[in-house]
């Protein structure tokens, strides 16, 4: 493949200072993701794969080591700039959806764009379309309080896909899902995985993680596995 | 962008009506406070300058000295030392405007039936200028009369009220000490003097006539009060000066004598008393703006509960891409955003206050541009600065310990 990988860590490392000394919760971690791959990350709590996460998501910066999206390195960035890749490379799926209570599910999926400084007429028509695409587009101006879970995450989806993000971080996604409603969602990141954006997604669940291509496997601070899923997930 | 954030932000308020009108009323309440106090304020100020201004504007008071018989000293006014002649000479003094000698006294006026007991001044025609006051009906007298000493009067509107009622005075007779004068015009009403003294309450006769037939003097040519108006304020101090100089020399009195005459300077207490009420008013206002502060301690208060309380929000709004910069306008808009709407109807309601005031209690009450200015400004401020604390502390905010809030 010509273009850089979408993600790349080397010797990754992240501590938390405790009253108790350093903690660290990364020990060195070497990964590398390229684009239109499909990762399911597990591991126990505690194991750092949470962290390894938030690393991935530009939400916290790594104490040591390197990380490279999309060629370009993360540790470098400033505060806006973190944002601004937040926003526009990476798209966020939470275990607890996250959606704005308050506003219409048009609008949390809109709220993307407008940190993009994209102009009203332009979210309202993507914002607008992704709804669509998750099949939830006669929705679009009722309350997230209004529909299923299931669906829910669905919003939660659409909302990370509406800047056309290469990348989707997704944290657990199916959670707080039954079984038939998490079917549902994979199969919605399966098919996205099919577009061509890379889905790294933290799951407990084996048969979560059989949607995806290629397990990774964290332990105390390291990965202990990584490979094509090998049915290892059926032991958890 | 700020059209979509002031979006955010009225939502975010009509989330929770109640707890954003409850912080908005500290702030309608300090800045319609601060409009009604200033009002208030001013108003009396005026009064005040109104006042003062019927008074008679740069005005020195000269009266002639005391007597003293058997150790007794009589008041300032009754020894014959101030001339008619010492009047022309301090017309003549640079940065005088008028003089208008006066001959105080008073007298029981009848006319018919009725009859009243009030103030009688023998004046120049110049007096009505340096008092600064008018005729509502009827003409003055003017320097023939003075000559001639004839008997003509000018009355105050109490004293037409209290000896003719509803009828016309101008051209009757009525009797001052038994004296007939005939009234010739009737005096615009003043109302109250500074020290309460209705100045309504007086006849105003010629100077000679007062002088000669009806009251009197020891030696002819004196006169026991002299009204000097000078042509602006800045020229009071030297005129004062000047004049007891001339008036010294004059009365040919030795460097170790004591003047002859004493000078008053009305202005001096008009401006006291204009100074009391200034004083007044800017305490009224400082009082106000303490409200003001309350409101706007109120606006940091609860923006500081909105921001704890929308931590997840904030985290979730990090994690799709807003910066820190976005997320502290946010919140700097809500906070100014409630002070400014307050501050709106806080202006409303204070106006309409200082309106009800005026109708009801029929005190002047002024409402300066100026002052409806300030109150929109300390309001905006306000907002900007208590909002400014917890804005901030919403943007440092750590995304993923936000995003972990429950």
């Not at chain 2, 029981?108 to 007991?117: F, L, T």
């Given at each position: 493949?010509?273009?850089?990988?979408?993600i790349r860590?080397?010797?990754?490392?992240?501590?938390?200072?405790?009253?108790?000394?350093?903690?660290?919760?990364l020990?060195g971690?070497?990964?590398?993701?390229?684009a239109?791959?499909?990762?399911?990350?597990?591991g126990?709590?505690g194991?750092?794969?949470?962290t390894?996460?938030?690393?991935?998501?530009?939400?916290?910066r790594?104490?040591?080591?390197?990380y490279?999206?999309?060629?370009?390195?993360?540790?470098?960035m400033?505060?806006?700039?973190?944002?601004?890749?937040?926003?526009?490379?990476?798209?966020?799926?939470?275990?607890g959806?996250?959606?704005?209570?308050?506003?219409?599910?048009?609008?949390?999926v809109?709220m993307?764009?407008?940190?993009?400084?994209?102009?009203?007429?332009?979210?309202?028509?993507?914002?607008?379309?992704?709804?669509?695409?998750?099949g939830?587009?006669?929705?679009?101006?009722?309350l997230?309080?209004?529909?299923?879970?299931g669906?829910?995450?669905?919003?939660a989806?659409?909302?990370?896909?509406?800047n056309?993000?290469?990348?989707?971080?997704a944290d657990?996604?199916?959670?707080?899902?039954?079984?038939?409603?998490?079917?549902e969602v994979?199969?919605?990141?399966?098919?996205?995985n099919?577009?061509?954006?890379?889905?790294?997604?933290?799951?407990h669940?084996?048969?979560?993680?059989?949607?995806?291509?290629?397990l990774?496997?964290f332990?105390?601070?390291?990965?202990?596995?990584?490979?094509?899923h090998?049915?290892?997930?059926r032991?958890? | 962008m700020?059209?979509?954030?002031?979006?955010?932000?009225?939502h975010a308020m009509?989330?929770?009506?109640?707890?954003?009108?409850?912080?908005?009323?500290?702030?309608?309440?300090?800045?319609?406070?601060?409009?009604?106090m200033?009002?208030?304020?001013?108003?009396?100020?005026l009064?005040v300058?109104?006042?003062i201004?019927?008074m008679?504007?740069?005005?020195?008071?000269?009266?002639?000295?005391?007597?003293?018989?058997?150790?007794?000293?009589a008041?300032?006014?009754?020894?014959?030392?101030?001339?008619l002649?010492d009047a022309?000479?301090i017309r003549d003094?640079?940065?005088?405007?008028?003089v208008?000698?006066?001959?105080?006294?008073?007298?029981?006026?009848?006319?018919?039936?009725?009859?009243?007991?009030?103030?009688?001044?023998?004046?120049?025609?110049?007096?009505?200028?340096v008092?600064r006051?008018?005729?509502?009906s009827?003409t003055?007298?003017?320097?023939?009369?003075?000559?001639?000493?004839?008997?003509?009067?000018?009355?105050?509107?109490t004293v037409?009220?209290?000896?003719?009622g509803?009828?016309?005075?101008?051209?009757k007779?009525l009797?001052?000490?038994n004296?007939?004068?005939?009234?010739?015009?009737?005096?615009?009403?003043k109302g109250?003097?500074?020290?309460?003294?209705?100045?309504d309450d007086?006849?105003?006769?010629?100077?000679?006539?007062?002088?000669?037939?009806?009251?009197?003097?020891?030696?002819?040519?004196s006169?026991?009060?002299?009204?000097v108006q000078?042509?602006?304020?800045e020229?009071?101090?030297?005129?004062?000066?000047?004049?007891?100089?001339?008036l010294r020399?004059?009365h040919?009195?030795?460097?170790?004598?004591?003047?002859?005459?004493f000078?008053?300077?009305?202005?001096?207490?008009?401006?006291?008393?204009?100074e009391?009420?200034?004083?007044?008013?800017?305490?009224?206002?400082a009082?106000?703006?303490v409200?003001?502060?309350?409101?706007g301690?109120g606006?940091?208060?609860?923006?500081?509960?909105?921001?704890?309380?929308r931590?997840?929000?904030?985290?979730?709004r990090?994690?799709?891409?807003a910066?820190e910069?976005?997320?502290?306008?946010?919140?700097?808009?809500e906070?100014?955003i409630?002070s400014?709407?307050?501050?709106?109807?806080?202006?409303?309601l204070?106006?309409?206050?200082?309106?009800?005031?005026?109708a009801?209690a029929s005190?002047?009450?002024v409402?300066?541009?100026?002052?409806?200015?300030?109150?929109?400004g300390?309001?905006?401020?306000?907002g900007?600065?208590?909002?400014?604390?917890?804005?901030?502390?919403?943007?440092?905010?750590?995304?993923i310990?936000?995003?972990?809030?429950?």
């Amino acid at each position: 493949m010509s273009s850089p990988p979408v993600i790349r860590v080397s010797a990754l490392c992240k501590s938390y200072s405790t009253p108790a000394g350093d903690f660290p919760a990364l020990k060195g971690v070497d990964l590398r993701i390229e684009a239109g791959d499909f990762v399911a990350v597990m591991g126990p709590s505690g194991s750092g794969k949470s962290t390894f996460m938030n690393l991935l998501g530009c939400l916290d910066r790594p104490s040591s080591g390197e990380y490279l999206l999309d060629g370009r390195a993360v540790s470098r960035m400033d505060k806006d700039e973190l944002a601004r890749v937040r926003g526009r490379l990476i798209g966020f799926v939470f275990q607890g959806f996250n959606l704005l209570p308050r506003m219409s599910l048009q609008d949390n999926v809109a709220m993307p764009l407008v940190y993009a400084n994209v102009d009203r007429a332009e979210r309202r028509t993507r914002a607008r379309a992704m709804l669509e695409k998750v099949g939830l587009g006669a929705y679009a101006e009722s309350l997230p309080n209004r529909i299923s879970g299931g669906q829910q995450q669905r919003v939660a989806i659409a909302r990370a896909l509406v800047n056309a993000p290469h990348l989707i971080l997704a944290d657990e996604p199916t959670g707080n899902l039954d079984s038939q409603t998490s079917e549902e969602v994979m199969a919605l990141f399966e098919a996205l995985n099919r577009e061509g954006i890379t889905i790294v997604l933290v799951t407990h669940e084996a048969d979560v993680a059989a949607h995806a291509r290629r397990l990774v496997r964290f332990r105390d601070g390291l990965i202990i596995h990584d490979g094509a899923h090998d049915g290892l997930g059926r032991h958890e | 962008m700020i059209a979509t954030l002031l979006g955010q932000a009225w939502h975010a308020m009509g989330a929770n009506k109640l707890r954003t009108f409850l912080t908005m009323l500290g702030m309608v309440i300090g800045v319609a406070a601060v409009v009604l106090m200033t009002a208030i304020g001013q108003g009396a100020q005026l009064a005040v300058a109104e006042s003062i201004n019927s008074m008679g504007a740069n005005l020195f008071i000269v009266l002639s000295g005391s007597t003293t018989s058997g150790g007794v000293r009589a008041g300032g006014g009754n020894a014959p030392t101030l001339t008619l002649a010492d009047a022309a000479a301090i017309r003549d003094l640079p940065g005088v405007a008028e003089v208008a000698p006066v001959h105080p006294g008073s007298g029981q006026i009848v006319y018919g039936s009725s009859n009243w007991s009030t103030s009688v001044f023998g004046v120049t025609p110049g007096y009505l200028d340096v008092r600064r006051w008018s005729l509502q009906s009827g003409t003055s007298f003017g320097d023939s009369d003075l000559r001639s000493a004839t008997r003509v009067a000018l009355i105050g509107r109490t004293v037409a009220q209290n000896l003719f009622g509803a009828e016309d005075p101008v051209g009757k007779t009525l009797r001052i000490r038994n004296n007939p004068f005939v009234v010739v015009g009737v005096l615009a009403p003043k109302g109250q003097s500074l020290d309460g003294r209705d100045q309504d309450d007086t006849v105003l006769v010629p100077l000679s006539t007062a002088q000669r037939k009806l009251f009197g003097v020891s030696f002819q040519g004196s006169v026991r009060m002299i009204n000097v108006q000078t042509e602006s304020a800045e020229a009071m101090p030297l005129v004062e000066r000047e004049m007891i100089a001339l008036l010294r020399q004059r009365h040919r009195l030795r460097e170790n004598q004591d003047n002859d005459f004493f000078v008053r300077n009305l202005t001096a207490v008009a401006d006291s008393a204009a100074e009391t009420t200034r004083v007044m008013s800017l305490l009224l206002g400082a009082i106000a703006s303490v409200s003001l502060l309350v409101g706007g301690i109120g606006i940091m208060n609860i923006m500081l509960v909105s921001v704890t309380e929308r931590t997840r929000e904030i985290g979730i709004r990090m994690a799709i891409g807003a910066r820190e910069r976005d997320i502290l306008l946010q919140f700097l808009l809500e906070a100014v955003i409630i002070s400014v709407v307050g501050c709106m109807i806080g202006l409303a309601l204070g106006i309409g206050g200082a309106l009800l005031v005026n109708a009801l209690a029929s005190t002047a009450v002024v409402i300066s541009g100026a002052s409806v200015l300030l109150a929109f400004g300390v309001a905006a401020t306000v907002g900007i600065f208590f909002g400014f604390y917890p804005a901030q502390k919403a943007a440092r905010l750590d995304p993923i310990e936000a995003l972990r809030y429950q």
